[in-house]
């Protein structure tokens, strides 16, 4: 009798199970963004400048995604909207935040991003390289549910960084300004190189619980920096000076993507880790307009900055051994709107009807064999467009005529390159999608802040470079 009393007494006191303790233990989750990624330009989609053996392998190992889209064409807003699992039109984040009212200036606090959702259901979450979401304390990542920070706060930073330089900040650019968490670092080194250190060591530090790390490497967003290491790996027949710079960050991301890799499997917890590697938008091969760097698209038409292919169909790889097949080719359209949607299915939460995202899981394994979006849309700007199975109606703006195209539809089964407009031909279809996106359009905001002129016609000259008044 003393026996079953005291059992009682322990089912009284033990804590009450969760609905998905049941459920498999929770995954790491690594979420790995390039920065203006040429489409074209590496191995597993035809590049053959210089090797990308390490990301080929990475795509090789898992699902890749040949209808792999970002929600914008350009840096910051893409990244909002990943962060959110949200079309980032809904909250007004459509284009960079260059410069203004640093309270308002990035993803609004309004919004929960991925490491706010992950860090309640007991992951640690880390951010390793570019922010882009703002600049102030408040909008700092920190505050935004990131446990660790390394990195830099706004589009673009050098490469090549001295302890000895005095750090520089503008809203476009930093250099020698690299931060550990909310403190300015005096560092040598390679920030490829070091952004991998940074990520092995988050690992390291977290091995006693699940994690999410966002490695956002700037490679390969200019400056175009040539680390003397790689200089000699560049092909001697590549003699422009940019596209050497280049190709020179392409081969630094590689080894760099190689090291990570490795480690994972070495320290045996690649199989209990869901991986995504993406660029945040396509690459900028086009002078003068938003940072070029030589990115070559190929077979997709345009470029960063743009709703054609170039500027938002990216690679993008899903990696997670033994619970996904490897060496799979996926074509149906996915976005990483999904990576959100995706993450808390794995971690055993639930879904939030709010996300525009879903979870790829059951399409890439093949449990479910239909699309898994009707549609994906985008705006920016004057540019907008939307994809509804094999069909794409787009506006899009000519940067160096400053002319917009009017409504032209693409059968991109059999036109990758969004050669020939078909809208005569299909009035219907025209139609129909042109409608779907209003009825999309009238679920937005209006832009919270304006663009630069280049990418948002109604804007004002932006002033000259800010001085270090956000170094926060």
Known sequence: MRV????????????????HSSEAPQPNILVIFSDDLGFGDIGVHGGQEVPTP????????????TSGYVSAPYCSPSRAGFLTGRYQTRFGHEFNPHVGDEESLGLPLT?????????????????????????NAAHHPLSRGFDDYFGFL????????????????????????????????HLDGYSTDLFTDEAISFIDRNKERPWFLYLAYNAVHTPLEIKDSLRNRIPASVTDKNRRGYLSLLLGLDDNIGRLTEHLRKSGIDQNTLVFFVSDNGGSGRKPFFAYNTGRNTPLRGDKGQTLEGGIRVPFFVVWPGRLPADKVYHSPVSTLDILPTALAVANAESDPRLDGVNLLPYLNGENSTEPHDMLFWRFGPQKAVRKSQWKLIDWRDMEAKTQSGWQLYDLDNDIGEATDLAARHPEIVAELSAAWDSWNRQNIAPIWHGTANEDPSAPQPPGARGTSAQK
């Open 154 to 185: 706004v589009g673009g930073h050098n490469y090549r960084l001295h302890k000895d330089a005095e750090p520089e900040f503008g809203s476009a650019h930093s250099h020698n300004m690299i931060y550990r968490d909310r403190e300015v670092q």
């Open 54 to 65: 390490n990301i080929d392998a990475l795509a090789a190992s898992g699902v890749r995604c």
């Open 111 to 135: 919004e929960k991003t991925m490491a706010d959702r992950l860090r309640t259901l007991g992951y640690a979450t880390g951010l390793v390289g570019k922010w882009h979401q703002g600049f």
């Open 4 to 19: 079953l009393f005291t059992i009682l007494i322990m089912l009284r006191l033990a804590p009450v199970a969760t609905a």
